[in-house]
């Protein structure tokens, strides 16, 4: 079963600010976990920001997994995505 991916509109600008070769990169690994989304997510410690979280390099894409729907809530460099709340 694939996942349905719904954007946030803070998790548009955020795609939006990024540089295009990131963008298509999170692009790319955003379809892929679409088949088996737990596989690849860790859960966070701290639920402030979201519920799990998607690696990609140095980014980070910070997400909820509800039904059949993968909630994008974030996106963000490593270093300064958990200081944003």
């Not at 980014?59 to 909630?71: L, N, T």
């Amino acid at each position: 079963m694939k996942y349905r991916l719904v954007y946030t509109h803070r998790a548009f600008r955020d795609i939006r600010e990024l540089e295009e070769n990131v963008k298509m990169r999170i692009g790319k690994a955003l379809e892929r976990y679409r088949e088996e989304p737990l596989k690849y997510a860790s859960r966070l410690v701290d639920s402030k920001l979201g519920t799990y979280r998607f690696r990609v390099g140095d980014y980070r894409v910070i997400c909820d997994i509800e039904d059949d729907e993968i909630i994008i809530l974030r996106v963000g460099h490593r270093k300064d995505i958990y200081r944003k709340l």
